[in-house]
């Protein structure tokens, strides 16, 4: 089987890979790191460079686990992204990263994370960085 890792280069993708990756080893599993671009963004802070992906595909081998970098253009929704990525890896789960955001950060600004737990139809293992 498969797991979908949502992978950005902070602190809160960072837990997202090691969850991830503890959960895959764990069950035999391979991973599908998604980093996925904005459409039509030139710049994005959250797109990993081809350096990066083969080493995050390094540090997987090294735990025992095989993995790949998908970087699927996620436009407007990525909720239909990681619905596609899951589907065409025929993933039994995926794993997210969190952020803590204030209670009213919360109620002003809307949150992928969230929709991605209400809208995806794969179990998700949603995880916070330490503090």
């Known amino acids: 089987m498969t797991i979908v890792i949502g992978y950005v280069p902070t602190p809160v993708g960072e837990a997202a890979l090691e969850a991830g990756l503890e959960e895959a080893k764990a069950h035999g599993d391979d991973v599908v790191l998604l980093n996925s671009p904005r459409r039509r963004s030139t710049v994005d802070g959250e797109l990993i ?4 992906a083969d080493e995050l595909v390094a540090r997987a081998a090294a735990a025992g686990v095989t993995a790949r970098v998908d970087q699927s253009d996620h436009g407007d929704d990525i909720v239909e992204t990681f619905t596609k990525v899951a589907a065409a890896a025929s993933a039994r789960l995926v ?3 969190l952020r803590r955001r204030s209670p009213v950060g919360k109620l002003v600004t809307g949150s992928d ?16 960085p330490p503090r």
């Open 95 to 97: 794993v997210i990263g």
């Open 113 to 128: 994370a969230q929709r991605l737990l209400l809208d995806l139809d794969v179990p998700i293992l949603a995880v916070k």
């Open 49 to 52: 460079d081809e350096a990066t």
